[in-house]
């Protein structure tokens, strides 16, 4: 015998018709009896609204959750439900019934109930009502639009535990504090629709698990600290804990960004020394070096923000998190002098302007000076020669003859071996003016110094 549990119970998709009470298909005459419209009252044959409204309920509510959806129209349930051309007649009936029971609820009266003021009014209209749905309810009449949406009020707040759950098994619970954008991105398979994920979240604001905040423009949540717990209002302190997050994640990218960089600049230098270009290759590897230092001012920043993280994470309470901030901003203003943690991405933005207009006078300047620059000439040195160690297999278009100086085009360009290319590189020396060959060193054409 058919039952609305047995009927959640099928798996979503495939034949429709499969999911569907047997009568369904078998019996036509109690279907047509079904389809019909429900008398004016109750009183006339509540035999037969009885079993109408134990048919056609159950069977809403479950196909609204075999569908994983919360919001449900009129107009939905009877393109749902026709029957060989047919749509039942009874069906707002059977809303309003669920209406005066509970079980739904007009979307726009839910969103009343709850502090929505967070909601941006670019996802869609949610409290203003059409005006021939405002005048109906105030002449008393109790008949449900097509197009008017409604919210199963159980089946919303299974959703609502399913993203709690969904939260806190999530690398976003390491802090209750988590931006509003981060956490739709993680409900995306749970909630169909954005609107669907705003009711979540009213609905989880009004159970006192979730507070949203707008700040700067940008929406936070903040979720309980337990299953159990009620959340306590978004203060200073989860301000800046969330503006901490975002200035790691910042400083996290652009190190990233800058270590791509750095072995960009070796791979340079492997490549200048495979084409026998050490002038080149010692350039590649300043610009190494200078990138380098960058990481390194920019891991003293992303330590200090880590650290503070570190601690609050590992905390347990409201005060043990307060505790926790108030030692380590102090260390973080440090860090960064003058610099706020709302400044963070400023800053960032600051740092490499700085070093690129460096880079850039650096680069100028080495053009006519080479000993005005702050590198050590030994440890370049030496960095190109494990550069030449790596290059043993790979083909290098340098002449095979250190005695010729040019090659025609009619004569193939010879190779030589690893070994006498790093034999070659070691007789150079760096001089004031450039690069030129020993005492020892057999005539060659050298690079001119840039």
């Not at 806190?168 to 398979?189: D, I």
């Amino acid at each position: 015998m058919w039952s609305p549990e047995r009927e959640a119970e099928a798996p979503a998709g495939g034949d429709s018709a499969g999911l569907l009470p047997p009568e369904w298909e078998e019996d036509e005459e109690r279907m047509s009896f079904l389809f019909s419209a429900f008398k004016r009252s109750r009183e006339v044959n509540s035999t037969d609204w009885d079993s109408k409204m134990g048919f056609w309920a159950p069977l809403v509510l479950s196909h609204s959750r075999r569908q994983g959806v919360v919001r449900l129209r009129l107009r939905d349930l009877q393109e749902a439900f026709q029957r060989k051309g047919s749509v039942p007649l009874g069906l707002a009936t059977v809303l309003q019934d669920l209406l005066r029971r509970g079980e739904l609820q007009r979307e726009s009266d839910f969103m009343a109930s709850v502090d929505s003021s967070w909601i941006s009014w670019g996802v869609g209209v949610f409290l203003l009502k059409p005006l021939k749905w405002t005048l109906s309810n105030m002449l008393g009449d109790n008949k449900v639009p097509a197009e008017e949406v409604l919210v199963a009020v159980e089946l919303l707040k299974e959703k609502a535990e399913e993203v709690y759950r969904l939260y806190q098994n999530s690398p976003l619970s390491s802090h209750p504090v988590v931006a509003l954008s981060e956490l739709s991105t993680l409900c995306a398979g749970s909630c169909p629709d954005e609107r669907t994920f705003y009711l979540v979240l009213l609905q989880l604001q009004k159970e006192k698990r979730v507070t949203v905040l707008e700040q700067n423009g940008e929406k936070i949540v903040k979720f309980a600290r337990g299953p159990h717990a009620k959340v306590s209002p978004v203060n200073d302190v989860d301000v800046g804990v969330y503006q901490l997050m975002q200035s790691e994640q910042l400083l996290s990218r652009k190190v990233e960004s800058l270590s791509q960089e750095a072995e960009r600049c070796k791979e340079e230098a492997r490549r200048a020394c495979r084409a026998g270009k050490k002038q080149l290759a010692l350039r590649s590897l300043k610009a190494k070096q200078r990138t380098e230092k960058r990481i390194e001012a920019l891991h003293a920043k992303l330590d200090t923000v880590q650290g503070i993280l570190d601690r609050i994470y590992a905390s347990q309470t409201d005060q043990m998190v307060f505790n926790a901030y108030q030692a380590g901003v102090g260390a973080l203003k440090l860090s960064m002098k003058d610099v706020t943690v709302e400044k963070a991405e400023s800053l960032v933005d600051q740092i490499q302007e700085l070093c690129d207009t460096q880079d850039e006078v650096s680069q100028t300047l080495a053009g006519g000076v080479t000993n005005g620059l702050d590198f050590d000439s030994e440890e370049l040195e030496k960095e190109l020669d494990i550069l030449l160690q790596d290059t043993t297999k790979e083909p290098l278009d340098l002449p095979d003859n250190p005695q010729e100086t040019f090659y025609t085009n009619s004569v193939p360009n010879p190779r030589i071996s690893d070994a006498e290319l790093e034999a070659e590189l070691e007789k150079l020396s760096l001089s004031e003016g450039g690069l030129v060959p020993s005492s020892k060193s057999p005539k060659r054409q050298l690079e001119p110094t840039l």
